[in-house]
């Protein structure tokens, strides 16, 4: 992910890749609190749904694009699902234990007013996210129209 930080304070969010996807925005501090309170207590999170039969809980949903992110954890790996403003998976970014410690230290270090993405694996920006292929079965649409698949 990169983090687009307004003198401001408002921040634009993208998730890496080729291309880079716009996601929305909202402001740095916003971001950044709910970003450490979901990474720091992985395990404690309450559930709101499930994603490709996965426990979910909510992080936050961005401004201007309306996107959504959603955390679950799955034996030692943290994985954060983009949905857009349907509900259609955008990507995946999977963080293990090592880069989700990484990437705490790194909002923890960040000061509001900058410009930063979040490390992962010796980037400066996080891991690219994988995109979903193929076509939305009728359990995939029934999901989608709670927002969540």
Not at 77 to 103: C, K, N, S
Not at 111 to 125: F, R, T
Not at 126 to 140: F, L, Q, R, Y
Request: hydrophobic share 35%; aromatic share 4%; net charge negative.
């Amino acid at each position: 992910m990169r983090f687009e930080i307004a003198d401001s304070g408002w921040c634009q969010v993208s998730l890496t890749g080729t291309p880079d996807v716009p996601l929305g925005a909202d402001a740095w501090a916003v971001i950044r609190t709910r970003l450490l309170q979901v990474l720091d207590r992985c395990s404690s999170l309450d559930h709101c749904g499930k994603i490709d039969g996965i426990p979910v809980a909510w992080v936050m949903s961005l401004s201007e694009i309306h996107t959504t992110i959603y955390m679950a954890t799955c034996e030692d790996r943290t994985l954060l699902y983009v949905q857009d403003e349907a509900t259609d998976l955008i990507g995946v970014i999977t963080l293990l234990d090592e880069d989700r410690r990484r990437w705490l230290n790194k909002l923890r270090e960040e000061a509001e007013g900058s410009e930063g993405g979040i490390p992962a694996q010796d980037k400066v920006d996080g891991p690219e996210a994988e995109e979903k292929a193929g076509d939305d079965t009728a359990d995939d649409q029934e999901r989608g129209k709670r927002g969540l698949k």
